[in-house]
């Protein structure tokens, strides 16, 4: 509900108001995301307090890059009321053609060069939903489900399906350049990595775009009831092809940074993924049926699977338990908001 | 009134519609329509559900294109208008949905679209926060709306209705419109909001803007005065100053059609007693009370939002009732639900047979049997095929199917035999009541009379029959009593023989101004 408004504005109404925590939750459902991952990480910090240190952390930073790309792409689209599964193939296609072509082709090219054309790259495939979407008039999931076995169809038949464990120089190094390096305490090199800095700039941009532009307005507006907003006079089809490319775009990035942060170029990755990707989101309080959500839930979202996933081990909960966790949390936040929903 | 008259002739021409056709698939809706608006006048548009009203609106707000014809707005002559084309030239449309974007807040529902007007719909440009607050305060404020920053930032699906109706008009005012087209704005509207509406309505003609309303109740356009402008079957039929007709004029004109069509009816009711309903409540309903006794018709009419769609789903246990009793043949029954219904012998046709009754894929054998399936199966589950294709070759005989071919599937018949299986799978299980929610609607001229014939059959062999309708004629011609619906009461019961269609129109339409929320 909240992003619907722009977040200044709400603050100055919840000032107004009488406070209540349920008032809060309902306004703000990412408030719940935000209580189950401090809920998660005081559990772990007691079991296992090695779970505090600056390794630990920077390890679920850097988790969080790859995911949260994607997850910024799927919170628009969710926004304006659609779904998309086909993002984790645009990100296999761009990462790994891209690969190909600096290999094999262009070695010399600069890697600003190679993220952009992979951003780009994606922006076009991305594209290629939205106007399926819109001519066909067909849902967004029949036509992604369509889309994600085409791209990843197209790729392995025709780009490869060879494993490319050394990677073109550039990419290397830029999967290894850091932002902060430090050493702990046994010794160890700790680095946050250079790209770690995409995830807060992309959700600062996604953040912008929603809220502070026409089309973020137009985007909640269609997801709010497309046939009204229509009638107002926005475009559908504007914002069908927008969001669309800009989840291409932010799936492009993801792919390419996901090839240099492994260090290896597989084109069988990523797909499957979807979903985690899609609960994460709204895990963070957006709702599958549209026009509602933030980004701030959204991120808090990813961290909150990346947490599961990466530190229930510290814990010494076996790593098939993660999947319990992470089911047993969406059906809470989800009972949660709807109960809410209900009481008002 | 003279004198409002000879401003009307002297002010100027805002939009012309020069020999509108519209076509919907097979379906003339309009049919060469010439209306000629002028700024600051007052326009009433009148007529009968699917006269081609909501029609008309559309194509001047640019939801549709008109078939042929022309759109002469400002000087400028146009085949058809896109939204953005008809928000610059000042037509602003509350819907009567309202059109409002649940998910968000007042101020954005009411001030966004200046923005994206002003942007000729472009989407990548900012958006101004503080020119859309002031813009919001400045319309709620000329709404008779609470300005502060609490409404402002309310999100829309946490107002009440009455106040949504108000933010839909004041979206409206909130730019500089030319035109306010408002479609059926008073429904939900208290007296004292109804007042509000009109105050704000003679701002705007002082402010030389043109209002166009769209409605049902004439006491309300009396009171705002102005230009008739009556609708029937797609085509004007009237125009000139509402103070010229009297009220039993304009329903006549609206109806149109000729009174002494034929009577189905020819059956008396049993004397025995079936159905006592006493003190029903249920949400849109309030304290309804009727009897009906075996063989006998009653028909409920009212408007769309007089409570007769919800007494009929009261009755047949689909939105049930709250409070109140229902009594069968002596027996106080509760019909919670549907299958409930079903277990005390009454049978409901719905309104929407495609949505709500029929499965279309599937055959008219298979639609036919689909309540009695379970007792046609044996201990197994299996369901005994033979009997049930000789009781629907038997229904289907009986509600006369133009067709023998029980495996042709539903969606391949017309309306007419739509609904007709769907009477007959209710005739299997012979309920003692049968509820029909506008048997008849987009059932062409010979399925209605074959409908008419086999409800009259139904009542002959003792069957007591609820006909909710707003086909005024339909009920005069079938129904031993007709009860009129307002604002969730009966407010009139009519002998259908000796009752006319003025007197039920007016009955309709009368009081709905004077109730009070």
């Known amino acids: 509900m909240s992003a619907s408004r722009t977040e200044d504005l709400d603050g100055a109404a919840a000032r107004t108001r009488s406070f209540s925590l349920g008032d809060l939750v309902r306004r703000r459902p990412e408030t719940i995301t935000l209580v189950l991952l401090v809920a998660i990480c005081v559990m772990v910090a007691i079991a296992n307090p090695a779970f505090l240190q600056p390794s630990t952390l920077i390890d679920i930073g850097r988790a969080s890059v790859v995911m949260g790309l994607f997850a910024l792409g799927v919170f628009v689209i969710l926004a304006a009321g659609g779904i998309d599964v086909s993002f984790t193939a645009i990100a296999a296609f761009t990462m790994y053609s891209m690969t190909v072509l600096v290999q094999n082709h262009l070695p010399g090219m600069p890697i600003i060069i190679v993220i952009l054309m992979a951003t780009l790259g994606g922006a076009g495939l991305g594209i290629i939903n939205g106007l399926l979407v819109h001519h066909l008039k067909v849902p967004s999931l029949i036509v992604t489900i369509g889309t994600q076995y085409l791209f990843r169809g197209f790729l392995l038949s025709f780009i490869g399906t060879v494993w490319i464990m050394s990677l073109p120089p550039q990419m290397g190094a830029f999967g290894r350049m850091p932002l902060v390096q430090f050493e702990s305490a046994n010794g160890a090199l700790i680095t946050l990595p250079f790209y770690f800095l995409v995830l807060p700039v992309a959700a600062a941009v996604t953040w912008w775009i929603l809220n502070r532009t026409l089309m973020g307005r137009a985007i909640f507006a269609v997801g709010g009831n497309a046939d009204i907003a229509s009638r107002l006079g926005y475009s559908l089809r504007t914002v069908h092809v927008f969001m669309f490319g800009y989840a291409g775009a932010l799936a492009g990035l993801a792919g390419i940074i996901h090839v240099c942060a492994n260090r290896q170029a597989n084109p069988f990755d990523l797909v499957g993924t979807e979903i985690s990707v899609i609960a994460a989101v709204v895990l963070g309080g957006a709702r599958i049926t549209g026009g509602t959500g933030t980004v701030l839930g959204t991120i808090l979202g990813v961290l909150l699977i990346v947490v599961i996933n990466s530190v229930l081990v510290l814990v010494g909960i076996p790593s098939t338990w993660q999947r319990l966790v992470v089911g047993s949390f969406i059906l809470l936040a989800a009972a949660f908001f709807v109960t809410r929903q209900r009481k008002k | ?517």
């Open chain 2, 1 to 517: 009134m003279a004198a409002q008259a000879d401003q009307a002739r002297h002010s100027k021409v805002f939009l012309e519609l020069r020999n509108i056709q519209k076509w919907f698939g097979g379906v003339h809706a309009l049919r060469g329509i010439d209306l000629t608006l002028r700024s600051g006048e007052a326009y009433h548009l009148l007529g009968e559900n699917g006269c081609g009203k909501s029609t008309v609106i559309k194509i001047m707000s640019g939801a549709h294109a008109p078939t042929s014809g022309e759109i002469v707005l400002g000087g400028e002559t146009f085949t058809s208008l896109t939204p953005i084309q008809s928000l610059r030239a000042g037509i602003e449309t509350v819907y009567q949905d309202l059109s409002l974007l649940p998910n968000l807040t007042v101020a954005e529902n009411v001030a966004l679209n200046e923005q994206l007007v002003d942007a000729n719909g472009r989407l990548a440009r900012l958006f101004d926060r503080k020119r859309l607050k002031e813009t919001a305060q400045k319309a709620l404020a000329a709404a008779g709306l609470p300005t502060d920053r609490a409404f402002l930032n309310t999100i829309v699906s946490d107002l009440p209705l009455a106040s949504r109706q108000l933010v839909a008009i004041a979206r409206a005012i909130a730019t500089r419109a030319k035109l306010v087209i408002m479609d059926e704005p008073t429904t939900s509207l208290t007296r004292r909001e109804v007042d509000n509406l009109i105050r704000v309505v003679e701002r705007l003609r002082s402010e030389n803007v043109a209002v166009l309303f769209v409605t049902h109740k004439l006491d309300e356009c009396y009171r705002i005065g102005g230009h008739a402008v009556v609708f029937r079957d797609g085509q004007c039929v009237a125009q000139g100053p509402i103070e010229t007709y009297t009220k039993k004029e304009l329903a006549e004109l609206m109806t149109g059609r000729s009174i002494d069509a034929q009577r189905y009816r020819t059956g008396k009711p049993f004397d025995a007693g079936l159905l006592e309903v006493d003190h029903l409540a249920a949400d849109g309903v309030r304290d309804v009370s009727f009897s009906l006794k075996k063989g006998e018709i009653l028909g409920i009419t009212g408007l769309a939002d007089s409570g007769r769609n919800e007494l009929a789903m009261a009755l047949a246990g689909v939105a049930p009732a709250s409070e109140g009793t229902v009594t069968m043949e002596g027996q106080a029954v509760s019909v919670r639900s549907p299958a409930e219904a079903i277990a005390r012998g009454i049978g409901y046709v719905p309104e929407d047979r495609l949505a709500e009754g029929l499965f279309l894929d599937k055959s008219i054998f298979e639609n036919e049997i689909a309540l009695i399936a379970s007792r046609l199966s044996n201990r197994f589950g299996v369901v005994d095929r033979d009997e049930g294709r000789r009781i629907a070759a038997r229904l289907s005989e009986e509600m006369r199917l133009n067709t023998r071919d029980l495996d042709l599937p539903v969606g391949a018949l017309s309306g007419g035999n739509q609904q007709r299986v769907l009477i007959g799978r209710w005739l299997s299980i012979t309920p003692k009541l049968l509820v029909l929610h506008g048997p008849t609607v987009g059932v062409d001229v010979g399925s209605k009379d074959t409908i008419y014939r086999v409800i009259q059959a139904l009542a002959e062999g003792g069957m007591g029959l609820v006909i909710v309708s707003d086909d005024l004629p339909e009920l005069l011609q079938n129904a031993d009593r007709i009860l009129v619906m307002n604002n969730g009461r009966v407010v009139a019961e009519m002998d259908a023989e000796q009752a006319t269609e003025d007197q039920l129109y007016k009955a309709m339409l009368t009081a709905a101004t004077e109730s009070v929320q």
